[in-house]
């Protein structure tokens, strides 16, 4: 066998970074841990560590790492610690760090990840965000790096797995020059539709925290639990999978399909559809990503085909779910939008799970915010934090205008 891979875990306390860590476990002997992050659980990031063994461990503020330090110490553990604002890119940029798993929630994954592809590493991509908000510039290191961006994502993952095999290779192996568009007819990612599929539309304003964040198939994060909800996490998906596929808008599909079975599927000219199919679990594509370019045990009990009742699939209602339609519109304005949609929407997730804004604010908040900030071109990553940084700003402008009113 080749050479153990050194993995950099950025997020490595969230959800997608303890599933990942699920599947290490089982491959000591093909993966060891190089750095773990998390932003603030210093128990959380010390267990990780007392496990794995890493060589570094990043955790936002010197509080945090003093306290982290002492317990890693008190336990004989010699992990160093580093808390440095470009900490996190020096974890996932150093020479040792064969393949990054880009697991932090949001904007703030968004730099470490560029300097990933910056330096052509592995990139297992789970920060959508980072897609929507700088997806071109993004794209372009990776390619001019030769880094390889493998998508996390359960529906890009599926995607993926159906792409006709010389696109699968050159994403694989940091060689993708753009040639899907007239290789296919489009692809098609499904959506489970969120807790709120059903609930009646005037009900929507009554919706708490505590609900938006209990996702009926799938178990995540908070933010993009409450993404899932308003269906902000599929407009999210749209414009991540134009970037990652290089594909124009009306390439790509999206249907509600509430069993999550088919996450992704290909449809090929000659009338072919290929469909990746499983368990939503996201051990899956994690598992995927991990052991391309062969398969490797995932944990997740396979899938009986006997116990499923039916598979359904039916249009999104853009009138239900305002934030999809948002997003569309963001992808067809260009430019800047995604980026300004991207942090308007975070900003408004927040607030909500503050209880600061009601659930279809959130919405409201996106859509003024996409009013009143003007439209340009960010050719660099400072142009592009700054847009992402003034978004935030108009955003928390228009909520408190609201919490006023
Ligand atoms: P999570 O909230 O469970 O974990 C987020 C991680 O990011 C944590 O380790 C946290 O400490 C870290 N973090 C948060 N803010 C940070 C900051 N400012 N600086 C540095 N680190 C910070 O989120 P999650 O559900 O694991 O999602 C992670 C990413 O993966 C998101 O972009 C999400 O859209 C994407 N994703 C998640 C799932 C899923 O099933 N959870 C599926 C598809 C894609
Ligand atoms: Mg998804």
């Given at each position: 066998m080749n050479k153990k891979q050194n993995i950099t875990i950025l997020g490595a306390s969230g959800s997608i970074g303890q599933s990942t860590l699920d599947i290490l476990r089982r491959y000591p002997d093909r993966f060891s841990v190089f750095a773990l992050t998390a932003y603030s659980q210093v128990e959380k990031l010390g267990d990780l560590c007392m496990q794995f063994s890493p060589q570094y461990a990043v955790i936002n503020g010197e509080e945090n790492a003093e306290k982290l330090n002492k317990l890693l110490k008190s336990k004989g553990c010699d992990t160093q610690v580093l808390c440095k604002e470009d900490a996190l890119s020096f974890v996932a940029t150093h020479k040792d760090t064969d393949m990054v798993m880009a697991a932090i929630v949001g904007a703030a994954g968004f730099v470490s990840a560029f300097a990933a592809a910056e330096c052509g590493k592995k990139i297992l991509l789970a920060n959508k965000e980072t897609l929507v908000m700088g997806g071109e510039l993004f794209m372009r290191a990776a390619n001019t790096h030769h880094a390889a961006v493998l998508p996390v994502d359960s529906e890009h993952n599926a995607v993926f797995q159906t792409l006709p095999e010389s696109v699968r290779h050159e994403m694989a192996n940091g060689v993708f020059s753009g040639s899907l568009n007239d290789k296919i007819a489009s692809i098609l990612i499904t959506a489970s539709g969120g807790s709120f599929l059903h609930t009646p539309l005037n009900e929507f304003e009554k919706i708490t925290p505590q609900m938006a964040v209990k996702h009926p198939k799938w178990s995540m994060g908070r933010k993009i639990s409450v993404d899932s909800s308003t269906m902000m996490n599929k407009g999210l998906e749209v414009i991540e999978a134009c970037r990652l596929f290089m594909l124009p808008a009306d390439k790509i599909e999206v249907a509600i399909h509430p069993q999550s079975i088919i996450h992704g599927m290909t449809r090929y000219t000659d009338g072919s559809i290929l469909a990746q199919l499983g368990t939503p679990d996201m051990r899956v594509p994690i598992a995927h990503c991990l052991g391309l370019p062969e398969r490797i045990a995932s944990g997740v009990a396979a899938l009986d085909f006997f116990a499923l009742d039916k598979l359904t699939f039916h249009r999104p209602d853009l009138q239900r779910f305002p934030c999809l339609r948002l997003a569309f519109d963001a992808l067809k304005i260009g430019g800047t939008m995604p980026c300004i949609l991207n942090a308007a929407n975070e900003i408004a997730v927040a607030a909500f799970l503050d209880n600061?804004?009601?659930?279809?604010?959130i919405a409201q908040v996106i859509e003024k915010t996409m009013e009143n900030m003007p439209n340009t071109t960010a050719d660099n990553v400072a142009d592009l934090l700054q847009i992402d940084k003034n978004a935030r700003i108009a955003a928390d402008e228009i909520i408190k205008k609201f919490q006023a009113a």
């Open positions: 600061q804004i009601r659930f279809t604010q």
